[in-house]
């Protein structure tokens, strides 16, 4: 196969790639609720791979989404949000049970976020409540295993490099939703 027909291809077939990696993320949320359960801290480093496979897949099935030619949704692509939302609180769950992060201050969290996510149902909102809980993987990874600390820096580094007008547009894209939701307060 020639260059031309491989992207030919992968024009054709992109929202079900995007699919894909989307369940592909999905069974990382899975496979680090299974670490959760063990509560071994010893899977810390696992834990820390998977979600940056499951960060990876993020981004590369946005990328496959925005190249579908058709545009039509898919019920995967309408629920990828959700699964991102299960990548980061999943990984709350790890660090909670395996007593990295203290239970009550994390629980009450993770039930205001709930409750904000009920009341206020855009995205913006639900990013804003998840990114503290997005950054605590890599906190605990470099105070408890430095090492994975530093490869989740470099994977930040380089998905920044790689994607920096796609983060762009996402930031703005927040920002704007914000001031709107504070517009509607007023």
Known sequence: MRFEEIREWTEDNAKAIADALTLSRLACVFLVLVCALTASRH???????????????????????????????????????????????????????????????????GLYASLSALVWTRRSVMMAMAAPIAAAPIVVAFAHQPFWGWVFLGWIALALFLNWGRFKDVVRGFITDMENRLGEDE
């Open 43 to 109: 899977l810390l480093p696992w834990v820390i791979l998977l979600t940056l496979v499951g960060w990876t897949t993020d981004i590369l099935d946005g990328r496959m989404a925005r190249m579908d030619r058709k545009g039509a949704p898919t019920w995967v692509g309408d629920h990828d949000f959700a699964v991102d939302m299960g990548l980061i609180y999943s990984g709350l769950v790890y660090l909670v049970t395996t007593g990295y992060l203290p239970f009550w201050p994390f629980f009450a969290y």
